[in-house]
Nanobody, 131 residues
Framework: QLQLVESGGGLVQPGGSLRLSCTAS????????IGWFRRAPGKDREGVSC????????LYAASVKGRFTISRDNDKNTVYLQLDSLKPEDTAVYYC????????????????????????WGQGTQVTVSS
């Protein structure tokens, strides 16, 4: 059974950076599409970024494109989300997820992995952007 543990969250000032990590155990992440999602207080969960197993295809939400970067280190069985130029509206609990046969939803502004297709989820890490 794949287990995911996120780390790296914290309090940062607007314009600052954080790197979130998602480390897997119980299986290798190479076999899975990986996604990062977030849930802000009072809001629905939203997709932030996802990467296919090969890593060739990476997707970003329109709200974070150009500021966040997803990457994976298969040797460490870990996926990262680099958060740069952070804004107060990025404040949320961030979750990583893994799945196979993950579909994509295409809208007018973005293409993102469908969260319901992810079978494994971490516990989340809090990111707070505030001065």
């Amino acid at each position: 059974q794949l287990q995911l543990v996120e780390s790296g969250g914290g309090l940062v000032q607007p314009g600052g950076s954080l790197r979130l990590s998602c480390t897997a155990s119980g299986s290798t992440l190479e076999r899975y599409t990986i996604g990062w999602f977030r849930r802000a207080p009072g809001k629905d969960r939203e997709g932030v970024s996802c990467a296919t197993r090969s890593g060739i295809v990476t997707l970003y939400a329109a709200s974070v494109k150009g500021r966040f970067t997803i990457s994976r280190d298969n040797d460490k069985n870990t996926v990262y989300l680099q958060l740069d130029s952070l804004k107060p509206e990025d404040t949320a609990v961030y979750y990583c997820a893994a799945g196979q046969n993950v579909r994509q939803r295409i809208t007018d502004i973005q293409t993102m992995c469908i969260d319901d297709d992810f079978a494994f989820w971490g516990q989340g890490t809090q990111v707070t952007v505030s001065s």
